[in-house]
């Protein structure tokens, strides 16, 4: 029993000390672009370094001018991850392949290692 509870707390130690983390860090290769789908007035309350504002009420008019190469690798974020969602359905029925929901504004600079911009 001494034994068991030892180990559970070593697993338990771990786990909190991030060790393990099942949350991995992204890196965009050079030509991938980080869309940012939310407002205008969202973006000017901080975005990711280097990304594109594209909201995502423009996106089906804009992303042809934007992005050219549907095989381009694409991050999209918003404000919590659902209208990056909707954006990936949007731009799969456009033709784009290579899309990736990072989720909302702070969980992509969690996973790209990005700093917020104001």
Known sequence: MKALLSILSGIILLAVSGCCSTESKISMGNNA????VRTPEEHKSGYLEGAVLLPLAELESKTVNKIPDKNTPIYIYCRSGRR?????????????????????????RKKLNIPIKK
């Open 33 to 36: 672009v980080l869309l940012d």
């Open 84 to 108: 990056a969602g909707t954006a990936i359905e949007k731009l799969k029925a456009m033709g784009y392949t290579d899309l990736h929901n990072l989720g909302g504004l702070k969980d992509a």
